[in-house]
């Protein structure tokens, strides 16, 4: 246990936070009493869902250092139509079109602020770039990473991807690819998965096509708090740095 509170503080200080989260609590303190950094301020902070959906504790317990959400808000989105390897196009005017319809409510309802990126397609690959999440449809063959799964994404890079696995009819089936664009865009967007199976960020998975109220208020405290502060319980305790 001694050792993975010090690698928690180590791992605070390789992401440029403070480690005064972790500081002992028989440290002396000066002034009248504050509330431990750990209470929640307010009744709709829920420490386990914090630290899973902003610091990946269901998936890698004790190893998400600091906040992973984008540093701009408002990514714009390039959904690449063509396949890998050349020109034939792969996604579905249908598929466009869910992905321009939703995209820019579902990126309110993780950042709380209004979405004014920019979302563009075309059959050529343009790399990745600064400032956009890239959306390619692929074969296991084309991107092995994706394996039997139907989506992957790059949680909180800049630049981001998306992989959507094209030929899977599975993922397309009775509108599973409306939850399954959300959930991956969650990635994208900085989230990490939870054990609520009501989330969209639920691995199980669940039938909703939005975000719930839960994660919308832990998804826009992040936002709020900003990319790369450490975790120290309720994000506006005294203990707490900013973003950096
Ligand atoms: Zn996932």
Do not use: K
Not at 15 to 32: D, I, K
Not at 43 to 69: K, T, Y
Not at 211 to 226: K, P
């Amino acid at each position: 246990m001694n050792g993975r509170r010090a690698l928690l503080a180590l791992l605070a200080l390789l992401a440029g936070g403070t480690p005064a989260c972790n500081a002992s609590p028989a440290a002396p303190t000066a002034g009248p009493p504050q509330a431990p950094a750990s209470r929640p301020a307010d009744p709709r902070f829920d420490d386990r869902f914090w630290r899973e959906l902003i610091f990946n504790e269901h998936d890698a317990p004790g190893q998400g250092s600091f906040v992973r959400v984008l540093a701009n808000p408002s990514p714009s989105v390039y959904v690449r139509l063509g396949d890998a390897g050349g020109t034939r196009r792969v996604v579905t005017d249908a598929e466009l079109d869910h992905i321009r319809e939703v995209l820019p409510r579902l990126a309110e309802q993780i950042t709380g602020r209004p979405y004014d990126g920019r979302i563009e397609s075309g059959i050529e690959e343009r790399g990745d770039r600064e400032g956009w999440i890239t959306v390619r449809f692929v074969t296991p063959e084309e991107h092995p990473d994706i394996g039997a799964s139907c989506g992957l994404a790059t949680p909180g890079s800049d630049p981001g991807s998306i992989w959507i696995a094209g030929d899977n009819d599975q993922c397309f089936r009775n509108g599973y690819f409306r939850r399954l664009f959300a959930h991956e865009l969650g990635h994208a967007f900085g989230l990490w998965h939870v054990g609520d199976h009501a989330a969209m960020m639920s691995e199980a998975g669940n039938d909703s096509e939005w975000f719930t109220e839960r994660e919308r208020y832990h998804a826009q405290l992040a936002y709020e708090v900003g990319r790369g502060a450490a975790y120290c319980g309720w994000p506006f305790g005294p203990g707490c740095a900013g973003g950096t």
